[in-house]
Each structure stands twice: as C-alpha cells, then as structure tokens.
C-alpha cells in the first residue's frame, strides 16, 4: 500500500484512525454518487522483495493494521471484503 510506504520511507507514521477516517470517506462518497455500486475491499498483503525484504517486519506490522480496519470497515458499512 502506498501510504505504508511513504511512511516507513519517511519515518512518518499515520495513525490508523487517520487511515479508517479516510478510507470510509472515500467509500461513502463513492457509495453517495453511484448507489448501486457494489464494492469489494480486498486484504491488504505485502510480498517480501526488494525493498521490502529489508524492513519485512515493519511493513508487516502496518499492513496487518490496515488489513483489520478494512476488515472492520467492511462490515460496518456492509461491504464485501475478501
């Protein structure tokens, strides 16, 4: 995920309700202006290569955070997650 990236590029950490605060505002607009859309939020997952592979654990920890608030954003919005 690219805000995962960024932070651990710039050592700037975004607290995860900055994240879930976001992420359901764009859910909902899009949710507003197309309400028949359906939307599948997927799992949040990293391989480890290249630069990953040198910071596994850090990234690991980020992505496992945003991979349970979507999960939790999706069943309170009632989106289908997989």
């Known amino acids: 995920m690219n805000d ?3 932070m651990i590029k710039n050592n700037n950490p975004d607290s995860i309700d900055k994240f879930e605060e976001t992420y359901k505002r ?3 607009k899009t949710k ?3 309400p028949n859309i359906l939307i599948v939020l997927c799992e949040p997952f990293i391989l480890p290569l290249g630069w990953v592979s040198e910071k596994t654990e ?3 920890t980020e ?13 309170n919005i009632s989106y289908r997650f997989c």
Request: proline content about 0%.
């Open 4 to 6: 995962v990236w960024a």
């Open 26 to 28: 764009i859910l909902d």
């Open 58 to 60: 850090i990234w690991q």
């Open 32 to 34: 507003d202006a197309l």
């Open 63 to 75: 992505i496992l955070k945003k991979a349970n608030h979507c999960s939790k954003i999706s069943g």
